[in-house]
């Protein structure tokens, strides 16, 4: 039996444990209580009327037929809560004047420019209307307070996805729906490519109005998928020229994508993109494709002296060799290259070398490679004067092409004209700043069969000299000109000196004189001081150019909408215009297939096509 202790004890736990649960269960509900309390005084929310409002409602359901008295009373309260007020009282005065201060004000900010700028050519695209809806928006609760709809009147939670309604109050969800419908705009018509896909085939060339040819397409179509091509099979060498172009453009040159233009037989490879090949790939390249004879490959930086020793030693019987950024290969290997398969290389282009290719290398080169007929040299450090010296001693030379970063004495250069003039077809000269008006007159006495002259990057020839060059030339009419960047370089002086520097009227006007019946491409980018009057007689209306297909006229001031105009009439076989900074040209009709690029803000049209079809 229990205790007496027991028993007395028993009671006393069965009374305390309701009590206990008691306290805590009304210490919690106050905890909540308190909690809520602070969340609706936070979001403007009041208990009190949220506790009307369901009376109210209880109300009107025991009692449906004082439900329109219980609106007009609501109504009458409103009215009487809140006066209309008169259009000609005070306060409507003030409110008007307040309202349009903040117009004004906002129409000077920043947020109001941009919205401007995004609603230009759009039919609600008007300064009144946007500063209203503005001005409106600022008026507007903020969410997480209570509204009036402005449809239905019932009042709702305003967030941030709250619709405006016609009059500019806001919309509860419902009504929001019934909106949406009328308010949602017609989702614009696709009209063809994306306009970065047009500017993108522009830059490159191309103005292709309606689909590409078929080879095109599957060219394209191959390129999108090539990590799911196992061999291109028997495809002929101008297509997998053109597949690796596409792939060197999309960075997609991999070691498993290399494995596909490796063919035994070939004796071709051109690949635009090695940046992500190493030198066991160019190893693979020489061991699988062992009748190679012209080989083209850029950003080869990760080439070393082991792929030329294992050139070296199969003997390979390279005749075109074209690297870029080959920096990791020594002077040593340069020389001993020449010295064992000089005598079989007919075409060298090299491009920026840093550390090694110096003059003694070019002198090895110059005595080894008798039958090279191409040379091109850009942007290799280590070379100078004593290159040049090397340069004048090859006889063999038809194509030469060079841009040194160092200076060089500008006699050595006009050595290299006389001595390697006579047989020149093609001359490249960059960024000789030396070069001054003995060096046209050099190329008039010496050079007699080049269908291609580039002189560029220099503010010492004059116009005179370069008129002097076409004047009376025995050499054929070129086919290929470049004066870019021929031009006094004084800003301080746009209308240059008395006597013209640089490309200007007279040259111009002989140039095309000389060239202009088989000139097929042309620049005179920065040639800014050729005057309006020179375009205006070289491309008069008796004037035409049949060949010509490419120009780049760029930073001429002088250009308008005439005288592009008067360029599209006089050179029907025209593809490609660059008119980057002629800033003259607004309004352009330009003919099918032509490709105009460069025009800022200008208004262009093709001839004889509806312009939905070029957007």
């Not at 830059?203 to 191959?222: F, H, P, Q, Y």
């Amino acid at each position: 039996m229990p205790t007496s202790e027991a028993r007395m004890t028993s009671p006393s736990r069965s009374f305390l444990i309701p009590r206990l649960t008691s306290l805590i269960t009304h210490r919690s509900c106050s905890l909540r209580r308190s909690a809520l309390t602070d969340f609706l005084a936070a979001n403007n929310i009041s208990a009190a009327q949220i506790r009307d409002d369901h009376d109210r409602r209880v109300a009107e359901a025991e009692n449906p037929n004082n439900e329109e008295d219980g609106q007009a009373a609501d109504e009458d309260y409103e009215d009487e809560a809140s006066p209309e007020p008169q259009p000609d009282s005070p306060e409507e005065k003030t409110r008007k004047r307040k309202r349009q201060q903040a117009i004004e004000k906002i129409k000077k900010s920043k947020e109001f420019a941009r919205r401007k700028a995004r609603r230009t050519g759009e039919p609600d695209d008007d300064d009144e209307a946007l500063a209203n809806e503005m001005a409106d928006e600022k008026q507007r609760p903020n969410p997480g307070q209570l509204a009036n709809c402005e449809g239905c009147g019932k009042r709702f939670t305003v967030t941030p996805y709250s619709k405006t309604g016609p009059e500019g109050g806001l919309l509860c969800p419902a009504c929001s729906k019934k909106h949406t419908g009328k308010d949602k705009k017609e989702t614009p018509k696709k009209r063809g490519p994306e306009r970065r896909k047009i500017q993108s085939n522009l830059m490159d060339g191309i103005a292709l109005v309606g689909s590409r040819s078929l080879l095109e397409t599957c060219i394209k179509k191959v390129a999108d998928h090539i990590n799911d091509v196992e061999e291109f099979g028997d495809l002929p060498p101008p297509v997998m020229d053109r597949l690796s172009q596409i792939l060197s453009r999309n960075r997609a040159v991999t070691p498993r994508t290399l494995d596909l233009f490796l063919r035994p037989l070939h004796k071709e490879l051109n690949v635009y993109d090695c940046a992500k090949l190493a030198t066991n790939d160019f190893h693979k390249i020489l061991a699988t494709m062992p009748a190679l004879t012209r080989l083209n490959l850029r950003f080869v930086s990760q080439m070393k002296d082991p792929v030329f020793e294992y050139m070296i030693a199969r003997e390979m019987k390279i005749q075109d060799l074209h690297l870029d950024s080959p920096n990791l290969v020594t002077d040593a290997i340069w020389r001993q290259l020449w010295i064992n398969l000089g005598s079989y290389l007919q075409s060298l282009k090299l491009w920026n070398l840093d550390s090694a290719f110096d003059d003694e290398t070019l002198e090895i080169m110059s005595k080894h490679c008798t039958t090279l007929r191409r040379l091109k040299l850009k942007h290799l450090a280590q070379l100078g004067d004593g290159a040049l010296e090397a340069i004048s001693t090859m006889q063999s030379l038809e194509h030469l092409s060079l841009d040194f970063d160092k200076e060089t004495d500008p006699d050595i250069l006009l050595k290299v004209i006389s001595q390697t003039g006579p047989k020149l077809r093609s001359l490249s000269l960059e960024g000789f700043e030396s070069a001054d008006d003995r060096l046209p007159q050099h190329i008039h006495d010496n050079c007699r069969a080049l269908f291609k002259l580039r002189i560029t990057r220099n503010s010492d020839i004059t116009d005179k000299a370069i008129a002097a060059l076409f004047n009376d030339w025995s050499n054929p009419p070129l086919k290929r000109v470049d004066f870019s960047f021929l031009r006094d370089v004084d800003m301080s002086n746009p209308e240059g000196p008395p006597e013209p520097v640089g490309l200007a009227s007279d040259g111009f006007i002989a140039l095309m004189k000389h060239s202009g019946s088989k000139l097929m491409k042309l620049k005179t980018a920065s040639c800014r001081h050729i005057s309006y009057a020179a375009f205006e007689e070289v491309f008069a209306e008796n004037k035409t150019y049949p060949e010509l297909r490419f120009m780049d006229i760029s930073f001429n001031g002088a250009v308008d909408n005439y005288i592009t105009q008067s360029i599209f009439r006089c050179c029907p076989a025209l593809t490609r215009l660059v008119v980057f900074g002629c800033f003259k040209i607004r309004d352009l009709t330009v003919p099918a297939g032509v490709a105009v690029i460069g025009t800022v803000g200008a208004n262009l049209t093709v001839r004889g096509i509806a312009q939905k079809e070029l957007v």
